[in-house]
């Protein structure tokens, strides 16, 4: 069975600056995707960004961008010029790449503040 | 995308009794699911709703707990039965999307207190 693992609970960061998430996961399988999703106080979750394991290219989306290390199953996120809106529970996220692996196993969470 | 709406949004409950949560998606998707989040905690998956066949529940939880319906390819139901304070979690609705990049698109929560 695949596992993600955050092992930051809390994270802090001054407005303006960079802050990096933190993931790790594990699972035999060669073929899978990655996600980061935000949880607001709101409590949707929405989708940050993505990455499809057959592609060597970082993902970036906006201020948003990964650092995927297939061989080291690292996948962490790069939140840079962070801004208050940016507050929320952060999940990583796991999904195989299989007709059957339709579901998706979330790390634990990260909690990030920033502070004006 | 998918727009997905979910009712009601919060319940405070007694327990011994259920409650059966509605999941309404404006496009026909394939795959729907039901997450539990626990106070604090992160997502779990509850069971994946298919429609025309019995839910598929993971380890740990069980259709005469959590009984699901999947009338159709916009629409689920799950019942959360015979409530105790260990069941008060927020409930999440999710949607697959193969067409878009395997995405799962989450309904916004219900939010559930058992007294």
């Known amino acids: 069975a695949q596992t993600v693992t955050q092992s930051q609970p809390e994270m802090s960061v001054q407005e303006a600056e960079t802050v990096t998430l933190s993931c790790t996961y594990d699972t035999s399988e060669s073929d899978y995707y990655l996600f980061w999703y935000k949880q607001p106080p709101s409590r949707q979750m929405i989708l940050v960004i993505r990455q499809e394991a057959y592609k060597q290219q970082n993902a970036t989306e906006n201020r948003f961008s990964v650092n995927f290390q297939k061989a080291a199953k690292s996948f962490s996120l790069k939140i840079s010029d962070s801004q208050l809106g940016d507050a929320a529970m952060y999940f990583c996220a796991y999904r195989s790449a299989s007709s059957s692996g339709s579901r998706l196993t979330f790390g634990e969470g990260t909690q990030l503040t920033v502070n004006p | 995308s998918a727009v997905i709406s979910q009712k009601p949004s919060r319940d405070i409950c007694q327990r011994g009794t259920s409650l059966t949560i509605q999941c309404q998606v404006d496009?026909?998707?394939?795959?729907m699911f039901w997450y539990r989040q626990q106070p604090g905690q992160s997502l779990t998956l509850i069971a994946t709703?298919?429609?025309?066949?019995?839910?598929?529940?993971e380890s740990g939880f069980v259709i005469d707990k959590f009984p699901i319906s999947r009338p159709n390819l916009t629409f689920s139901t799950l019942t959360v039965s015979n409530m105790s304070p260990e069941d008060s979690s927020i409930y999440l609705c999710s949607v697959g999307m193969r067409m878009v990049y395997n995405e799962q698109f989450f309904g916004p929560g219900t939010r559930l207190t058992v007294l």
């Open positions: 496009s026909q998707v394939t795959m």
């Open positions: 709703a298919n429609q025309g066949s019995e839910a598929t529940y």
